[in-house]
């Protein structure tokens, strides 16, 4: 059985920091590209940051570019998201998720995209007060 569950949520203030973590199971860690993504009440979800398990490639939406860092501990079949300067604006509901990796550019920049994923977590819900 596929599960990734996502831990690290909570409240903070306007300027802060949290790292989010993503522990998956039931798939071959290397073969799958692990992404984060979150939703806010009344808007889309939206794709945040995206690594490669079998070379460590990584992608970045530029809304977290410069803010957010991805990465992983592939003995652990851990993702984390390190999240710095957490703004008001950045309070949702974060998820991490799962998609086969393509092993080419355009393949991996669809990852970034909900539809691109195969496996969703439940989420964690971040909120950033001003």
């Known amino acids: 059985e596929v599960q990734l569950v996502e831990s690290g949520g909570g409240l903070v203030q306007t300027g802060g920091s949290l790292r989010l973590s993503c522990v998956v199971s039931?798939?071959?860690?290397?073969?799958?590209?692990i992404g984060w993504f979150r939703q806010a009440p009344g808007k889309e979800r939206e794709g945040l940051s995206c690594?490669?398990?079998?070379?460590?490639?990584?992608y970045y939406a530029d809304s977290v570019k410069g803010r957010f860092t991805i990465s992983s501990d592939n003995a652990k079949n851990t993702v984390f998201l390190q999240m710095n300067r957490l703004k008001p604006e950045d309070s949702a509901v974060y998820y991490c998720?799962?998609?086969?990796?393509?092993?080419?550019?355009?393949?991996?920049?669809?990852?970034?995209?909900?539809?691109?994923?195969?496996?969703w977590g439940k989420g964690t819900l971040v909120t950033v007060s001003s």
């Open positions: 039931g798939f071959t860690f290397d073969d799958y590209a």
């Open positions: 998720a799962a998609g086969a990796d393509p092993g080419n550019p355009l393949g991996r920049s669809y990852l970034m995209t909900p539809s691109g994923m195969d496996y």
């Open positions: 690594i490669m398990n079998n070379d460590g490639g990584t």
